[in-house]
């Protein structure tokens, strides 16, 4: 009997679930949404529901399910306690030993999506053949997971990886979400990346594509217009790019990955935004020619499947 | 037969070695004379003829020494290769692989010695009962390991760790020992810390009792200052903490340990230094209540025999 596991990403609109083989070939992927109500009291039901419909379908193919993997959006405690799951309406709960439960015992292994997300990358994506990699999501706001030697740094207060909230820039008047001001969170996420153009933009009367969307400007419309060499998104990118190398650099000196996989909307921009990167994040490490390479993730969404799945393979 | 292991310290000018009980008790220790001459050839050899004698001596007494624990001052790769050691004269050499040779096969672990030491602080000393530590040294440089579940976290360029390079101070116009401009290192190593007291004291004419030692100023000058309240010193250490503090919260939104351990010489300073320390640290890590601890190394000198012998327990 050939043995799979199923990965589940839940996220606050949605469960992605995915069934791999142990090679990590994705055989299917399918989602059901997500029971916010009554915080969230339907969810881990929802979801043994639609595993064990999958496990039942395995079965009659030949095929045995050895475990479930599941990332959820909060942090995990190293006993699997998750505290609060804001989007979830979680509180105080053990999703893994719930859901085994559930599953009339199943092996079931719990991680922070921002964590299991670069397990998969690790796995089959953008880190594929390495054992340490750290990983940067550039979305609405900065993520990042910490792998070493094929296992997620947790750490032990739900922090490691939160590398978006690192303190970059003094001077920022505005709060960030974590009650900090000046993370990197503000700077380079596709939110950040906006308001840079748009304070750049109300700062002179310098021409710029970008005054045309004016309010509106996305961080795409940023990279775009960067790529095709509107000066001001330049400085802009080149400010963002200062500050990702900068934490980039200071990760390197902490944790020293084989390579960071950059993902997310922003990393989009491909190989431009490494090429970005690069030049300060090199200065930033001026100590050794060797370091961590600059690579872009490429599970995009399904991320979260692939790396929740692989945690069953300890 | 009881079991016994023997780490091995391998510095500049001597290297120390002691010999442990598996549950950490130091049973001895010694030291010999590090010959540095002709490419350090000759090192090796004195540690193997040093442990041989060691080894028939625990024999008469009735102990096996399953193994032997090394740190040397330089960057190990994690197949064992160290490139250089420049305090060594080592070029291109296996140190655990060529000890163990010279000592009929007798398992022999080898580690940089800032990451050993902090090995043996999670062992025996400030993170005891701990898992995941990070160790700040506070010396004439900076330095840092990471032990993430027990394990020395070596990273694969030899940088893991390597905390008092991370950039922290725009506009320094010295160099730091790597390269760079505004280490952490160039601040909040003793000889960081004599030389921002020394820039305090050029820039203005406020009395300071720092004034009678001049050039000659040294941090423990300092932090008796600041500790007696010395206005001026109190500032200086205020800027030291400050970069300390900033660090360890990017530390902590990266590999999240369960507590810092601060030791090196400017770590005498004690619960003042933590309690300078706190404040910024806090500050930079306003997005949890919950978060790593402060402590204080306690083994001094002895760290890094204590966590090469921990090595050899796996």
Known sequence: MEQVCIGVDV??????????????????????PTRTQEHGAYILEDVAASVQAACEEAQAAGQQVIGVGMGVPGPVESDGH?????????????????????????????????????L??????????????????????????????????AGRH?????????????????????????CLEQVASATG?????????AASDRPSVLRQAGEQVTAKDVLDAAKAGDA???????????????????VALTADPEIFVIGGGVSKAGPFLIDQIRRPYEEFLV????????????????????G????VLG
Chains 1, 2 share one sequence.
């Open 158 to 182: 739900g922090l490691a990886g939160e590398i978006g909230h690192i303190h970059v820039r003094n001077g920022e008047k505005e709060a960030c979400n974590c009650g900090g001001h000046g």
């Open 287 to 306: 100590i050794s020619p060797k370091r961590p390479l600059l690579g872009l993730a490429t599970l995009g969404n399904d991320a979260g499947i692939y």
């Open 11 to 32: 996220g606050g609109t949605s469960v992605k679930m995915g069934m791999f083989r142990r090679d990590g070939h994705l055989l299917k992927k399918w989602e059901i």
């Open 232 to 250: 001001l998104a330049l400085e802009v990118m080149e400010t963002v790019a200062h500050y990702l190398g900068l934490v980039l650099a200071q």
């Open 82 to 118: 998750v505290e609060v799951c804001v989007n979830l309406g979680w509180k105080d709960r053990f999703p893994a030993r719930e859901l085994s439960g559930l599953l009339g015992g199943l092996p079931v292994f719990c991680g922070n999506d921002a964590n299991v997300a670069a």
């Open 308 to 311: 929740a799945a692989r945690m």
């Open 193 to 201: 990346i906006a308001r840079e153009a748009r304070r750049s933009l």
């Open 120 to 153: 998969g990358e690790m796995w089959q994506g953008g880190g594929k053949g390495y054992k340490d990699i750290v990983m940067v999501t550039l979305g609405t706001g900065v993520g990042g997971g910490v792998i070493v030697d094929e296992k997620i740094v």
